[in-house]
């Protein structure tokens, strides 16, 4: 065998194993998922898939309220202190309405404050379902309204809560 043939062979190899190395490229391009399904494979092959959100169901709080622990409403509304007031005849200037009252009031219906028209054309009253579903998201339950507020997910939560608002008052609303 002489050099010619040598290289011959040699180049014949190299170019065999070129060949099958790009094909090889070419071919996972080809079945690689992200290259044709986009997004949704991407996910699916980062792993087991997502499972699904659960669906937005919102949980009742009227069957919670009479056990509802008031301390614990009291203790969880300091949050809304930062936007509410919650006496009487406050004195203090907030950016949300006073919230005396409210169970059972009218929607926009503490005087003198400016509410966002959303709520303004909400209309109707605060009943106990009615706080539940803006207790728990605000923005989806009064589209539109100016409180900025993430909404409280447990509905043991929103209970206590509610059941303390409903004792601010003189006569506070029967419970349901
Ligand atoms: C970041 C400020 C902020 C926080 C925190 C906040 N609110 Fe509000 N809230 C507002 C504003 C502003 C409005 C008026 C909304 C409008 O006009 O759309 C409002 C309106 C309301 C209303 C309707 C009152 C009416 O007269 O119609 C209720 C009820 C209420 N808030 C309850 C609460 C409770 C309970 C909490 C605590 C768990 C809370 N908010 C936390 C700002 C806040």
């Known amino acids: 065998m002489n050099t010619f043939e040598i290289n011959k062979i040699v180049g014949a190899f190299l170019l065999a194993s070129l060949t099958a190395t790009s094909l090889g490229m070419i071919s996972r391009i080809l079945v690689s998922p992200k290259a044709f399904t986009g997004h949704g494979a991407v996910v699916a092959t980062a792993g087991a ?24 409403g009291e203790k969880l509304a ?19 309405p006073n919230l005396w009252n409210v169970v059972g009031g009218k929607r926009a219906g ?37 409180m900025t507020f993430a909404g409280m997910k447990k509905p043991e939560e929103r209970a206590a809560v509610v059941a303390f608002l409903r004792s601010l008052s003189d006569s506070p609303k029967p419970l349901p």
Do not use: R
């Not at 898939?49 to 614990?72: M, S």
């Open 110 to 146: 503490s005087a003198g404050f400016k509410y966002s028209p959303a709520m303004v054309n909400a209309g109707g009253d605060w009943g106990y379902d009615e706080l539940n579903a803006f207790l728990a998201n605000p923005k989806a339950a009064v589209k539109g309204t100016a």
């Open 78 to 96: 300091k949050q809304c202190l930062q936007c509410h007031t919650f006496e009487k005849a406050p004195t203090k200037k907030t950016i949300g």
């Open 49 to 72: 898939p997502k499972e699904a959100a659960p669906p937005a169901v919102l949980e009742p709080i009227t069957p919670l309220l009479a056990a509802a622990p008031l301390d614990t």
